[in-house]
C-alpha cells in the first residue's frame, strides 16, 4: 500500500490543522494506521492509532484531547484532526500502516513521505 500525507502548513499558536493519509494500491480498511512526529534534532515519537475498523482508537499523552485519528474506508483515508495547536507541535508528520498490530511502536511496513506542520507563538 502506498500512502500520501497531506495538510501540514503554517499555523499559530491555538489553530487547528486536518492532516489526510490517503492510500492507494490496497483497501487501507485492512490495515491498522497511526500518525508518529518528529520535531527538529529529536527522534520520531508516536502521536495516534487506529485500528483498522476504527472501533480502537489511543494517542500520546501530549496529544490527548487535543488530537483526534478518524477513518474513512470508503475513502481510502485517515485524518489526524489536531486542535488547541501548540508551539511544541511542531513537527514533520508522518502516517503508517500495517496489517500486523504495531500500536505505538515505529517498526510499521508502510509510511507516508511526511508533511510540515509549524506552529508559531
Known amino acids: 500500500v502506498q500512502l500520501q500525507a497531506s495538510g501540514g502548513g503554517l499555523v499559530q499558536a491555538g489553530d487547528f490543522l486536518r492532516l489526510s493519509c490517503a492510500a492507494s494500491g490496497r483497501t487501507l480498511s485492512t490495515y491498522a494506521v497511526a500518525w508518529f512526529r518528529q520535531a527538529p534534532g529529536k527522534d520520531r515519537e508516536f502521536v495516534a492509532f487506529i485500528s483498522g475498523s476504527g472501533g480502537l482508537t489511543y494517542y500520546a499523552n501530549s496529544v490527548e484531547g487535543r488530537f483526534t485519528i478518524s477513518r474513512e474506508n470508503a475513502r481510502n483515508t485517515v485524518y489526524l484532526q489536531m486542535n488547541s495547536l501548540k508551539p511544541e507541535d511542531t513537527a514533520v508528520y508522518y502516517c503508517?500502516?500495517?496489517?500486523?498490530?504495531?500500536?505505538?511502536?515505529?517498526?510499521?511496513?508502510?509510511w507516508g513521505q511526511g508533511t510540515l506542520v509549524t506552529v508559531s507563538s
Open positions: 503508517a500502516a500495517d496489517r500486523i498490530y504495531r500500536g505505538g511502536r515505529s517498526t510499521y511496513t508502510y
